[in-house]
């Protein structure tokens, strides 16, 4: 191997394991989308309904394009729900395995909590502890580098958008104690 | 050569130091974003767009374009060393790729990969340098019937020429339509499912939406799977690349193929992903010892590069020259253009003559600015893949939050990109694909205005989409192509009922 070679071995300890047992089956999910969609459909279409969906002199109302569409929804959404009902073999795999709704489920409510965060917090201080209790919690990285990082990124972020950009981000008390 | 003489200008509009400097930027981002797992072409420019609000809309378009060549080109890195498709095109780009780097050739495969990329983007460009302001001369005489009628064709096509479940495109379509016209119609003025909320007032957008499916989606999606891997990252060599350059046009039948394979599918909504396999297989189909593929073999790498970025890059002519997006990426651009005040449409080759012919001649540049680019740092970039996931996911989803905040200066914006999150996430699984529903957000609007005004001219009357040869030709394509897999069937049985007669005979 000549010296321009570099070995690039990256190693995924928490990995999900292959054998977990599934919680969902993909019909379920299938039929639980489904219902949801109809429901929409039928919200939205009631809507529209309730804006207008004749013709007046000017030509169509306003609801009439989308009542359409919501019964073109519902109707593919009735199909599908039928569809994975009867469906027999395939549609059993599973939608989701217990390891991997564990490893969605660390990205997930952490994201959650970093929307919540920005509310009341403003965008940087919630990047910062996202970044710093991410790295330090879930990828089990020393706390030094994990809070490092998640400074040295959101300080980065700060004079990217804010100063050279000019896009403006939501701010928190932290900041308005620093006069911004 | 009209054509010729109005790229000329383009290349002069883009030769600044600061439209230079920013394709230079938008092609490291790029390939960044295309070797990172779990982000791909259009999560990278749907998330870096806010960067480009407060530019002029020929340095914006410049940059996102360039990111997105550069997304190509870092996608074929992790196919090719690690076996890892970054997008669903590079898939077959693995399947002698990978092996040949196995077998110590992975600067050979990576100047292969790039080199066909190059080829199947220049030809594609070539075609949209001479193609697209044709197009859009003859659509600048096309009325709202018209306008409708190509739309529909376009809807029909993602219908009947999908390879998913029928009723899953039907349902991500009429979704994707029904959410662009929540908030004020914009012809009556009057409020459409909004149920009383304030922040539906405004309606969905567009970017918002395709921040959440594409990027906080990926980032769930890729936390399932496991995200070891091992390889080696070598550095290419000038010996190698004109090694490979000289055999190059040994290949030419095949890179040839490819390039218009790709070409065919990234104008009509076949997609990238479609052309790479195709090419794959034909080019294996028609090779002299077809076995040999799969084990390594220098061909099984030019003909998926070729297609996929001769698709990818032709999937911006029809934006170009109808405002309709080919492909996702294609579609986000095109929200680009409307945030920075263009109107897409045929009128853009008139009126916006220093844009368009800046992002074409953008293309040129930035694939030869590529080309040069990736080969001289693959191992610099091959090493971004050792920085551990669980530093990259945060800094992407809080790059998403700024991207889909900056849009319209809005925390509701920031919540709706995680429930959108969440509905990406679900729908890949149960295989409800995206494609359409982004068409369908960024085209909605523009289709029911064009379907309204040609109803109002017409006076309510359907058979205004059949009232010329033109119109009326589109609109029975695309009804024709709607139903295209029941047509497809109803032909292979009469070729059955056909075929015992003739044995008998």
């Known amino acids: 191997m000549s010296d321009t070679d570099l070995e690039i071995i990256v190693d995924d300890p928490t990995a999900p394991s292959a054998d977990s047992p599934t919680v969902t089956s993909n019909r379920t999910a299938d039929v639980v989308v489904s219902l949801l969609l109809l429901a929409l459909a039928v919200t939205l279409g009631y809507d529209n309904w309730r804006t207008g969906i004749a013709w007046d002199e000017t030509g169509p109302q306003p609801g009439y394009f989308p009542f359409y569409l919501s019964v073109i929804l519902g109707a593919a959404s009735v199909y599908g729900l039928g569809a994975a009902l009867l469906s027999r073999k395939e549609a059993l795999e599973g939608f989701v395995t217990r390891a991997q709704l564990r490893r ?25 502890l996202l970044i710093g209790g991410f790295m330090r919690l879930v990828g089990k990285i020393a706390l030094w580098k994990s809070l490092l990082t998640a400074f040295l990124f959101t300080a980065i972020m700060f004079v990217t958008f804010d100063v050279v950009f000019d896009v403006i981000m939501p701010k928190g008390p932290l900041e308005a104690a620093f006069g911004y | ?60 378009i410049v940059m996102l374009s360039c990111i997105y060549w550069g997304a190509l080109f870092g996608g074929a890195i992790t196919s090719i060393l690690f076996n890892i498709p970054g997008e669903a095109w590079s898939v077959a780009t693995t399947f002698d790729g990978y092996p040949m780097a196995q077998q110590g050739r992975a600067a ?3 100047t292969a990969a790039f080199t066909s990329s190059f080829i199947g983007s220049l030809v594609a460009v070539l075609l949209i340098t001479f193609l697209a302001p044709l197009i859009s001369s003859f659509a600048l005489k096309f009325g709202p019937p018209e306008f409708f009628a190509v739309y529909l064709l376009t809807f029909c096509s993602f219908v009947g020429l999908g390879r998913e479940a029928k009723h899953k495109t039907v349902i991500s379509m009429s979704l994707g339509l029904l959410l662009a016209g929540i908030g ?15 922040e539906l007032l405004r309606g969905i957008n567009f970017l918002v939406a395709v921040i959440g499916l594409f990027g906080i989606s ?5 936390m399932e799977e496991r995200l070891a891997l091992r390889g080696h990252a070598a550095a290419i060599s000038l010996r190698v690349v004109l090694s490979v350059w000289k055999e190059l046009p040994r290949y030419w039948v095949t890179l040839l193929r490819s390039s218009v394979i790709g070409c065919w599918l990234g104008i ?19 090779a002299k010892e077809p076995e040999s593929f799969g084990k390594g073999r220098i061909e099984g790498v030019f003909a998926p590069e070729t297609a996929a970025h001769a698709s990818g890059t032709s999937a911006l002519l029809p934006m170009l020259a109808l405002g309709i997006p080919g492909s996702g990426t294609a579609a986000i651009l095109l929200g680009g253009l409307m945030v920075w005040g263009l109107n897409p449409g045929p009128l853009l080759f008139v009126e916006h003559k220093d844009f368009v012919w800046g992002l074409i001649a953008s293309m040129y540049l930035g694939n030869v600015v590529g080309l040069v680019l990736v080969l001289s740092t693959v191992p610099i970039f091959a090493s971004i893949l050792r920085v551990p996931f669980a530093a ?8 998403c939050a700024i991207g889909a905040y900056a849009i319209q200066n809005a925390m509701f914006d920031i919540w709706l990109m995680l429930l959108f999150g969440v509905v990406g996430y679900v729908f890949k699984k149960i295989g409800i694909p995206l494609a359409p529903l982004t068409l369908a957000l960024v085209l909605g609007s523009r289709a029911e205005d064009a379907f309204r005004l040609s109803m109002i001219g017409a006076g309510g009357d359907i058979k205004v989409f059949w009232s010329n040869y033109l119109v009326g030709s589109i609109t029975t394509l695309a009804i ?4 295209w897999p029941l047509i497809d069937k109803a032909f292979a049985r009469l070729r059955e009922l056909g075929r015992p007669a003739k044995r008998a005979g």
């Open chain 2, 392 to 399: 990259v996911a945060p800094m992407i989803v809080v790059s």
């Open chain 2, 1 to 60: 050569m009209e054509a010729f003489g109005l790229l000329l200008h383009g290349f002069a509009v883009l030769l600044t130091w600061k439209t230079l400097a920013l394709m230079m930027v938008g092609l490291v981002l790029g390939i960044f974003v295309g070797v990172l797992p779990g982000l791909g072409g259009p999560n990278g420019v749907a998330i870096l767009l806010p960067l480009t609000f407060t530019m002029d809309p020929t340095s914006a």
């Open chain 2, 108 to 110: 050979e495969a990576l």
């Open chain 2, 268 to 286: 009509t909504p076949g997609g990238a992903i479609a052309a790479s396999f195709m090419g794959y297989n034909l080019a294996k189909r028609f």
């Open chain 2, 184 to 198: 004020m119609d914009t012809v009556s003025g009057q409020l459409r499912m909004t149920f009383g909320s304030g």
């Open chain 2, 218 to 222: 990926e980032i769930l999606l890729t």
């Open chain 1, 104 to 128: 969605v489920m660390a990205v997930f409510v952490p994201t959650f909590l970093f929307c919540l965060a920005t509310q009341f917090l403003g965008l940087y201080v919630a990047s910062f």
């Open chain 2, 480 to 483: 024709v192509l709607l139903f």
